[in-house]
């Protein structure tokens, strides 16, 4: 009985496996093959896993899958054994159960080949191969069967060649189906990847045999797959034998790509996918030259303007591996389709292509290694350029000027060799018809091609100055640059203004007395305030050339400028004077390029500075902030230098703060005293001392903090100059109203250290900011210590220390925001303090955030508490910026958005009606900064809001909402339709308000509506006509132009074409 139980135990598999495959293959069993496959290897897998308990199934037919997964994948039968319970279905007569037995097997190997041995591989191949003879219908499965054998790593060698041989021999692949055609270019990828050395043994043979197999495939799928194994051919130097014109020939036929994906296709195949795979194979070798040339040159003749497109790119991306070889018959060809698309062509894209590809064409006549008795093809195709294009370059007037002018400095710009070559031959032309002809505009056109020609020789490098060909002309060019910044024509000036830079780029160009003479002209325009262009355009030629000639401009501009500096612009009479003086400070700053000369302007600034202060030059509030404008560029500029900007900073900083710290001394009777403490003085002075602190290295910024901290905390002055004050500096003491005014410098400082910097004496610098952020009386002053505090608490690392400041700050604001005269002042510092915590999201930020909702009911901080929303969610200029070093989290504003947006959604809800248009005020300031991909998925729900908040009479609401509505509309019309009437009647209220920036923000709104669809504007049509003809009048020019364009656009609509 034992034994009974033991041989029906040892069968039970085998009956269940055939039970299994007898249910498929006469269709009981419904489930997809690979479904089967899949279920057998989940119950292999739970086997497998398992501590050995078998658990019986209770149905025979789940039993048999579990069976036969345990023993296809745990080895217990070989596929063999499967093969062999597939015997009556195999060996059927009727096709269709034959085939749906080899789909089984297939399904199965798909499952498991990375299991089979080498005798199965074996068997198996020669199974399959033999039953590439069958019946059609087979053939498919037969075609799955063998793409999972390709993936066997136990292949014998020898068999991948068998594989291929009987499929290139038995199947006609071109009358499969589409998924049945890529199998067959996936089993060849497989094999290629595998298999490499035998394919590469097959010859020119496999290439054949592949060629049949592609030969009129159409599906875009399998195009991709073929086009990838072409190229592996060619790039694996599979060998091509003499078949490389039908090569070309099966894959150029889909040249070019023709191909228009269809609405919502699930593969995502797009036609520049094919259009890239198939440039990649035909630009892959030279040995299709001769076949695609031809073509290309005909494609690029044709009307087709993507034809002409991707024959241009093509072209440019085959000369990158042809040679002169390749190129040599077809160049005269070559050379006339790309002219004829640069003079004739109406696209853009079709002139740039042909220039590029020019380019290329150049570039590898340039490269190609020329024997000794070879033709050199670059002279003479470039001798065909300029024949064909000089004659243009003589007549300015006519159109084909610039494209003759393009299509040479596309040539040259290719290589050393051909710049030198069209540069020799183009610019005596130019130099002679620039003297030929008398007119400013011809002369800026001539001026403009020469200018050029100069910056391609930028590109290359000449060891020899002797071989530049620049050389020759220079005299000419100078005199020639000099006659056009002579020259009354502002734009003729621009041009030369330009052209003398490049030339002053180029080494040994200028000579010392050209150099003089430039500079008196670049002085001369730095002073031409009637023209803005001109003197602009020359304080950038002065920084860049100065950068080139430190030492001439030192010689023969820095006097001139310290000489016009030491002027009184205040005893010459007339605003001419005025404007020189603060001219000149510009042209100071602009020539501070090079170390050397910043070693002189710098102190030329800082003097005036002192000067101002003792009373030897009388001097006004704007001449300060120019000062401190012209001291800020020097310092942007010097960022370039590490020494340079330490420089700067330990000359420029003393200096600022002992003028700042002598102004607020109550004994101090200067000049300056009243005007270096106004706000924008120090606002102007603070920019100065950031922007000279943010790019010191941690280094140098620990040694600058040990002196300025104790400045503001100690008094201690002694690294100031000229440090004799009369009273002591104690900004934080009570009863120095003045001297407080100056810790919006220190905010400047430190608030712009690298993090990693150590403050000393942090925590009492801390607590005297808190204290003095709370102080009524002065504004600024306390605005300015809340800053600093708040900057200071974003760059703090996570600690004990942090929680601590953290705690005092949330103190001092509940004890502020209690009745009494510091109210405003707590608020104020509530609201930088949550700022710099929504930037860093530290967890404290939402508890502060709700905080101030709460203050949105308070009768008398609700407004200004709705604008807060504004600051938390808009880039500040001064503090806690990424150029500061402040922690700046990416998508802080989506964050702030999904956290706070629905609490202010419910608070308006529950807000009494008076407390209501602040709830909207808020939401308007977070919606508007709020970038548009993120407010969309959310507009059905906030829209109504938003046009709720279009009838609040404060008109700060109404800008912003309108601001966050009009790209609403372009990007998201049709839930912008759906409320079309409530736009346009706000809109149209909204274009009669009294605030001239809400008039043209509605306006601008009413042009944007047209964007929504027609069919639900045109009956608003009469009335938004009639209404816009009253703004027509309005007494603002701004207001009436956007009027024009709205109510144009009002007028077009519905008409054909628009």
């Known amino acids: 009985m034992a034994a009974a139980a033991v041989m029906v135990e040892a069968a039970a598999p085998t009956g269940a496996l055939w039970g299994l495959v007898q249910d498929f293959v006469m269709g009981q069993q419904e489930s997809p093959a690979d479904q089967v496959a899949a279920g057998t290897a989940g119950s292999a897998a739970k086997l497998l896993q398992g501590s050995g308990r078998r658990e019986r199934p209770s149905h025979p037919r789940t039993a048999g899958r579990e069976l036969r997964g345990r023993d296809v994948k745990s080895g217990n039968y070989t596929v063999l054994k499967v093969v062999e319970a597939l015997g009556s279905s195999l060996e059927n007569p009727e096709p269709r159960t034959r085939a749906r037995g080899i789909q089984l097997l297939s399904q199965v190997l798909l499952q498991c080949h990375s299991l089979l041995l080498e005798k199965e591989v074996v068997h198996l191949i020669l199974f399959y191969e033999n039953r590439l003879k069958d019946h059609h219908l087979v053939i498919p499965s037969v075609l799955q069967g063998l793409r999972a054998l390709s993936l066997c790593v136990a292949l014998p060698p020898g068999l991948a060649v068998s594989v291929l041989k009987a499929i290139f021999q038995e199947v006609h692949v071109q009358s499969l189906l589409q998924v049945d055609r890529h199998t067959v270019f996936s089993i060849i990828t497989n094999f290629m990847q595998s298999r490499e050395e035998e394919l590469k043994d097959l010859g020119a043979d496999f290439t054949f045999g592949f060629i049949q197999v592609m030969d009129g495939e159409k599906d875009p799928r399998n195009l991709l797959v073929a086009f990838h194994i072409v190229h592996d051919l060619i790039s694996r130097d599979y060998s091509l034998g003499p078949f490389v014109e039908e090569l070309f ?52 003749d044709s009307e087709i303007l993507s034809a002409k497109l991707d024959s241009l790119q093509t072209l440019n991306a085959c000369c990158a591996v042809y040679g002169q070889k390749e190129l040599k018959d077809f160049l005269p060809s070559l050379w006339a389709s790309i002219r004829r698309e640069v003079f004739q062509t109406a696209s853009e894209r079709v002139e740039a292509e042909g220039l590029a590809a020019l380019h290329s064409l150049t570039a590898c006549l340039s490269r190609s290694v020329l024997r000794a008795d070879a033709e050199d093809l670059l002279n003479s195709f470039l001798s065909n350029i300029l024949q064909d294009c000089r004659h243009h370059l003589c007549e300015p007037d006519m159109k084909l000027v610039w494209p003759s002018a393009k299509l040479l400095q596309t040539a040259a710009g290719a290589s050393a060799r051909a710049c030198d070559h069209i540069t020799s031959n183009v610019l005596p032309l130019l130099l002679e018809q620039f003297h030929k002809h008398s007119q400013s505009n011809q002369r800026r056109t001539i001026l403009e091609m020469i200018l050029g020609f100069l910056k391609l020789q930028q590109k290359w490098s000449y060891e020899d100055k002797d071989e530049r060909p620049l050389s020759g002309f220079k005299d000419q060019l100078c005199s020639l640059v000099f006659m056009a910044i002579t020259d009354p024509s502002t734009q003729l000036q621009l041009v030369g203004i330009r052209t003398l830079t490049v030339l002053g780029a180029q080494p040994d160009l200028l000579s010392s007395g050209d150099l003089e003479l430039a500079i008196g002209h670049l002085y001369r325009l730095s002073f031409l305030e009637e023209d803005s262009q001109s003197w602009m355009a020359a304080l950038e030629a002065s920084g860049a050339l100065a950068s080139f000639y430190p030492g001439a401009f030192s010689s023969y501009l820095l006097p001139k400028l310290a000489k016009e500096l030491q002027r009184d612009v205040t ?216 800053k600093c505090f708040a900057g200071l608490l974003n760059k703090h690392p996570a600690g004990q220390q942090l929680d601590e400041f953290l705690q005092l700050a949330v103190d001092t604001v509940e004890a502020g925001l209690g009745a009494g005269s510091s109210r405003s002042q707590a608020f104020t510092l509530l609201l930088w303090v949550t700022k710099a915590l929504v930037l860093r999201y530290h967890p404290l930020s939402s508890c502060l955030t709700a905080r101030l909702m709460g203050l949105l009911s308070d009768p008398e901080l609700g407004p200004a508490a709705a604008d807060g929303f504004s600051l938390l969610m808009s880039d500040c200029t001064d503090v806690l910026t990424r150029a500061c070093h402040a922690d700046v989290r990416i998508m802080f504003r989506q964050r702030f958005f999904t956290d706070n947006v629905p609490d202010l959604v419910q608070g308006f809800h529950a807000a009494p009606q008076d407390v209501k248009p602040n709830y909207l005020k808020g939401l308007s300031h977070v919606l508007n900064r709020l970038p548009k991909p993120v407010l969309l998925p959310e507009l059905p ?118």
């Open 249 to 300: 020939e099966v894959t150029s036929c889909y040249f070019p790509i023709d191909f228009t994906p269809p609405p919502n296709d699930p593969y995502g195949i797009q036609r520049d996918d094919l259009i890239l795979s198939l440039r990649a194979v035909l630009a892959s070798t030279p040995r299709f030259a001769e076949f695609l040339l031809p073509l290309l040159i005909e494609k690029v």
């Open 571 to 786: 005893r010459e009479h007339g605003p001419n004077k005025c404007s020189r003086h603060l001219l000149c400070l510009q042209a100071l700053s602009a020539v501070s390029t090079h170390p050397s000369i910043v070693k002189e302007t710098l102190p030329l600034l800082l003097q005036h500075l002192w000067q101002a202060n003792k009373g030897n030059v009388v001097i006004g509030f704007n001449d300060i902030i120019a000062i401190c404008q012209s001291l800020q560029q020097v310092a942007e500029k010097c960022h370039r230098d590490p020494d340079s900007c330490w420089y700067f900073h330990e000359t420029a900083l003393p200096c600022l703060f002992a003028l700042a710290v002598q102004a607020s001394m109550p004994e101090d009777s200067s000049v300056l005293r009243k005007v270096l403490l106004e706000d924008e003085v120090l606002a102007a002075l603070a920019s100065v001392i950031s922007t000279a602190t943010i790019h010191l290295s941690s280094e140098l910024a620990a040694q600058s903090v040990t002196r300025i901290v104790p400045l503001f905390l100690d008094g201690n002055i002694s690294f100031l100059p000229e440090n004799s004050f009369p009273s002591r500096f104690q900004p934080f003491q009570d009863g120095c109203s003045r001297q407080r005014r100056l810790v919006v410098l220190l905010m400047a400082f430190v608030c712009s250290l690298p993090r990693n910097v150590e403050i000393p004496q942090l925590t009492q610098l801390m607590r005297e900011l808190l204290e003095l952020s709370c102080c009524p009386g002065c504004p600024f002053s306390s605005t300015a210590a809340a």
């Open 941 to 1058: 729900t906030l829209l109504s809001l938003l046009l709720e908040a279009l009838s609040c009479t404060d008109s700060v609401v109404q800008l912003s909402t309108l601001s966050c509505l009009q790209p609403l509309l372009l990007e998201a019309p049709q839930i912008m339709s759906l409320h079309i009437d409530t736009l346009v009647t706000k809109f149209l209220n909204l274009s009669s308000s009294p605030s001239m920036a809400v008039r043209i923000a509605a306006l601008q709104c009413m042009n944007a509506l047209t964007h929504l669809p027609t069919p639900v504007l045109l009956p608003y049509k009469p009335q938004v006509i009639r209404a816009l003809a009253k703004p027509l009048d309005d007494k603002k020019r701004l207001v009436r132009k956007e009027a024009v364009s709205a109510r144009g656009e009002w007028f077009l609509l519905g008409s054909p074409g628009s």
